[in-house]
């Protein structure tokens, strides 16, 4: 017997007290998204579980897509009966066939909600192990670390088989914490913190910086490519494309050099934060991690936060290069960060940048020129793509060129 549905385990939601509900209906909600290119599915959730009900449905495919999906701490595939002791036998036999090869061990582990049911616990874990070991030759029992455990959850709709157990991404669904805006260049930090921002229940929409012809289309592809792997986890990602040249320019002609990077934070900040405000948004993330570049200081950080009043989120704070790098190719952006192709930062990056920024100089080096019809331009003109999983490249191609 195969499998015919999937059980989703909640994890950090159960903790959950009278909210639990709209934590469930969001997670619901998200894996519908994640699935919604699987026609036959149908998602049933109650407060304990939820199943992914296949229908015929491929069912490794959406294996690989729930276990990125945040808010699961695991599922199983599983196969359910009625209450009749002898189709669960005939059920947890045939599924057993299906996972099972020569000479390994097993144990019964079973979850008996259901307290009416006519075996307890341990009965139950006799009754089948038994049943096993009589119609499989070789089978040997092993409590401690069996090759296959053979889950059984009696409740009061029906009985639940499983024999593996996969773990999921954890967290807290995307989208129950709110909305904030990612601040995304093309490197490899910013997808991190867009990851991590969304593990923590974050919806997000990206914010990327773009500096024609000092930039490529390239490089704006490769946001796009950046974008939509994150689309792969929440099920959709709205990113913002700035237009930044004549920004940037200014601050050349008009700031002097090691204050240049300074200024151009501030000003990318002010302007994510306008986008925010349209969005509602509530907080911005950045790929931040403490003392990794020149405006990555606390004290560059002290004078780049100074223009906005918004919460700076910097899931990356405290790590290391490496741990960023290992999340990275966990995620499969890390490849794309790579490609040769710059953005708007590393291209006017200075020679000289100043690690120790006085925020009193960088404001009276702003104060030369009113910035603002210049940011208001900038968010007019902003490009605005819905980044979906799978996208069509060649339609994403038209959409871009």
């Known amino acids: 017997m ?6 989703i385990r909640y994890g950090e939601l159960s903790t959950k007290g009278r909210n639990r509900k709209l934590f469930i209906d969001k997670l619901r909600r998200n894996i519908k ?27 490794e495919e959406i294996i690989d897509r729930l276990k990125n999906v945040f808010g699961i701490q695991s599922f199983s ?23 099972y090869y020569a000479d390994q061990t097993f144990k019964i582990t079973t979850k008996r909600a259901d307290k009416t049911f006519s ?33 059984i959850e009696i409740r009061e709709e029906g009985v639940y088989f499983s024999c593996e157990t996969i773990y999921g991404a954890g967290g807290l669904p995307v989208g129950s914490s709110g909305k904030a805006m990612l601040m995304l260049s093309g490197g490899i930090d910013s997808p991190v ?25 390239r490089a704006k592809q490769k946001v796009i ?27 050349q002609q008009q700031i ?46 002290f004078a780049i936060n100074d223009v906005t009043n918004t919460p700076i989120l910097r899931p990356l704070i405290t790590m290391d290069k490496s741990e960023i790098i290992d999340i990275a190719h966990k995620i499969d952006t890390f490849e794309i960060s790579n490609r040769p192709y710059e953005d708007c930062c590393t291209v006017f990056v200075p020679s000289s940048p100043k690690t120790k920024p006085k925020r009193d100089k960088v404001r009276q080096y702003e104060s030369y020129i ?24 060649q339609e994403m191609f038209e959409d871009l060129f």
């Open 119 to 151: 075996l307890n616990t341990d009965e139950v874990n006799h009754a089948f192990g038994t049943h096993l070991l009589k119609n499989i030759e070789g089978l040997k029992v092993n409590v401690k670390n069996p090759d296959i455990n053979l889950q």
């Open 193 to 217: 913190a867009g990851y991590l921002s969304m593990k923590r229940g974050l919806e997000l929409e990206a914010v990327h910086f773009y500096s024609p012809p000092f930039t490529s289309e």
């Open 256 to 301: 002097p050099e090691n204050y240049s990077m300074t200024s151009t934070r501030r000003l990318m900040l002010r302007i994510t934060d306008e986008i925010r405000k349209k969005n509602e948004g509530l907080a911005i993330v950045t790929g931040e991690s403490l003392g990794q570049v020149a405006s990555q200081t606390l004290e560059s950080m």
């Open 77 to 99: 595939p599983a196969v359910k009966t009625e209450k009749d002791l002898e189709k669960m036998k005939e059920a947890a036999l045939s599924l057993f066939r299906k996972n």
């Open 33 to 59: 998204r994640v699935l919604r290119n699987y026609e036959n599915v149908k998602i049933e959730a109650n407060r304990e579980r939820m199943f992914v009900l296949l229908n015929g449905e491929n069912g």
């Open 370 to 393: 009113d910035y603002d019809p210049f940011i208001a331009k900038a968010v007019e003109n902003t490009e605005t793509f819905h980044i979906k999983p799978q996208t069509l490249k």
């Open 225 to 251: 490519d950046l974008t939509e792997k994150l689309a792969n986890i929440s099920g959709e990602v709205v990113v913002h494309i700035v237009p930044f040249t004549e920004i940037q320019q200014l601050i």
């Open 2 to 7: 195969n499998y015919d549905r999937i059980l």
